[in-house]
């Protein structure tokens, strides 16, 4: 049974960079079957993918956000994160990580971290 | 990027009932469409992958259709625990997107 267990703040500040980090158990990030993403949430509204990163580091990204993101994987640790740059009150969220069966389903998900962006 | 809009965006049912909720996609994606169930406060979960496979463990009350532009949830015999939102989402290209959410509610 796969866990993924998510570390980082929950308040950042204006134009800060958000940090975020994923710890994986029950399953190795350096599985082929797999990528390993982020999705968000606002309070009360739906769900945005924001991207994915594969185990040879390749990353995909939702266009919208693409210029303020980075994604990495470190397989030796089984983690990955995320990096989003430039925050503003608009990326107050539910930040999900996310096990991605590729091009398909998100099989598996995060806690949830609610980020607030406020100064 | 494809726009997915399910309808209704929320209703009212009783246990027992029937509850079909639809997904319709801005453009065709074949079957790759996936519906999730999310309960208060909780990640969201998979129910069915490409339009109407089951996922594994999930009832068989719970059941999707349709392909191209259009599809289906339907839930048969509504149960208490199935008052949730309920999102479909494409995996046809990238970035996947979700729907709105449908909110079943009491």
């Known amino acids: 049974q796969v866990q993924l267990q998510q570390s980082g703040p929950g308040l950042v500040k204006p134009s800060e960079t958000l940090s975020l980090t994923c710890t994986v158990s029950?399953?190795?990030?350096?599985?082929?079957?797999?990528?390993w993403g982020w999705i968000r949430q606002p309070p009360g509204k739906g769900l945005e993918w924001i991207g994915s990163v594969f185990r040879s580091g390749g990353t995909y990204f939702n266009p919208s956000l693409q210029s303020r993101l980075t994604i990495s994987i470190d397989t030796s640790k089984n983690q990955f994160s995320l990096k989003m740059r430039s925050m503003t009150a608009a990326d107050t969220a539910v930040y999900y990580c996310t096990r991605e069966r590729a091009g398909t389903t998100v099989d598996d998900w995060g806690q949830g971290t609610l980020v607030r962006v406020s100064s | 990027d494809i726009q997915m809009t399910q309808s209704p965006s929320s209703l009212s049912a009783s246990v027992g009932d029937r509850v079909t909720i639809t997904c319709r996609a801005s453009q065709s994606i074949s079957s790759r469409l996936n519906w999730y169930q999310q309960k208060s406060g909780k990640a969201p979960k998979v129910l069915i992958h490409a339009a109407s496979s089951l996922q594994s463990g999930v009832p068989s009350r719970f059941s999707g259709s349709g392909s191209g532009t259009d599809f289906t949830l339907t839930i048969n015999s509504l149960q208490p625990e199935d008052f949730a939102t309920y999102y479909c989402?494409?995996?046809?290209?990238?970035?996947?997107?979700f729907g709105q959410g449908t909110k079943v509610e009491i």
């Open positions: 989402q494409q995996s046809y290209n990238t970035p996947p997107t």
């Open positions: 029950g399953d190795s990030t350096s599985s082929s079957d797999y990528y």
